[in-house]
């Protein structure tokens, strides 16, 4: 399959690029003894799942469907969390997951005797520190309703579970300013943790950021789990898989307002929410910064504030030109959407033989089953 044949929009997958995030992990894991579940939330594309396999250990979830497509797909540890599991969610997941991790005390006393020689049993807790740069993704923004605060704590509770799991980071890119996490952590909670076997740090630790200090990472993760006698995790969703994959977009028009903006076949609304919901823009492979053609890269859905960003060019976009729309894997093709019945991207991986393969493309059946299956009678 030649890349020229392939209608947009579709997301292409690299996989050297995703091999090269993998082998840092895997770098990181001989290094500090630290055990990687890939967090589905952020990625859940199975078809690559054969690549990543190898390097980590299993994958964690949000939700049970999530539980049943990693241990279905991925194998390994597969743990199961959820911000309010349902008795009937419970029930669902305890005879394929390895670890039950609850939100709350009182889910956990609701919940426990469905999990106890199932699984083991889990805790969030709630370090009341974080390092996030929106407050829409804190952790521990005021009134957060994720994990057990410290001073709710009973410390009976202790006794009855294995592990705890702490998430407090957000594309944090600084192993100092991670460290300071751990160490606070180790302050307030340590007397628990010497308890358990396992903690589990969560994600957004960005591990495989250009530059990152990997060693020092890796040094205190030992440390840590020397300290308090427990297997260390870590949840990376975003640092496998980014600057992987591209979105790739055809423009349909260019129209002029004040300021030029190329109508691209794809909206940020239904193919890249993120870029919308953090008013992050999106970057373009083609732009340039010092271009002389500055255009808004607008979107073909009907919400007049959905546009990608606004770049330049060295040369003037035409109409039919394509666009590669970078870094598009993490907390896209989880979040897919079929607003404005827009073309829904097909999904490619370019595997490292250069050979283009297809993991997935939908048409207008998929639209139509998604809205309904039966109409009224
Ligand atoms: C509990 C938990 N674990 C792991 C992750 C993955 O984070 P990231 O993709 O930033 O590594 C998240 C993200 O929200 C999370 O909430």
Known sequence: MQKSELKTPYFMIDEAKLIANLEIAKRLKELSGVKLVLALKCFSTWG???????????????????????YETFGGETHAYSVGYSEDDVREVADICDKMIFNSQSQLAAHRHLVEGKASVGLRLNPGVSY????????????????????????????????VMFHMNCENKSADAFIGLLDAISDKFGTYLDQLQWVSLGGGVFFT????????????LKAFSEKHGVQLYLEPGEAIITKTTDLVVTVVDIVENGMKTAIVDSATEAHRLDTLIYNEPASI?????????????????????????????EQPLEIGQ???????????????????????PS??????????EKLNEFGYDDFKRSLSQWSVS
């Not at 994720?146 to 579970?161: M, N, R, S, Y």
């Not at 255009?295 to 960003?309: E, K, M, N, R």
């Open 209 to 220: 950021w250009p530059g990152y200090e990997l060693e020092k990472l890796a040094v205190a």
């Open 132 to 163: 996030a740069g929106q407050d829409l993704a804190n952790p521990a923004r005021r009134f957060s309703r994720l994990g057990v605060q410290a001073d709710q704590l009973d410390p009976a509770v202790f006794e009855t579970i294995d592990g």
């Open 48 to 70: 690559v799942f054969d690549i990543i396999k190898p390097y980590l250990d299993g994958t964690t979830s949000s939700g049970p469907n999530e539980v049943k497509l990693g």
């Open 322 to 344: 394509r666009l590669h729309i970078m870094d598009s894997a993490g907390y896209t093709m989880v979040k897919l959407n079929w607003f404005n019945g827009l073309k829904m």
């Open 347 to 356: 999904i490619y991986c370019r595997r490292q033989s250069g050979d283009i």
């Open 285 to 313: 492979a083609e732009a340039c910064e010092q271009g002389e053609h500055t255009y808004v890269i607008g979107s073909c859905s009907c919400l007049a504030g959905d546009q990608f960003c606004v770049t330049s060019f």
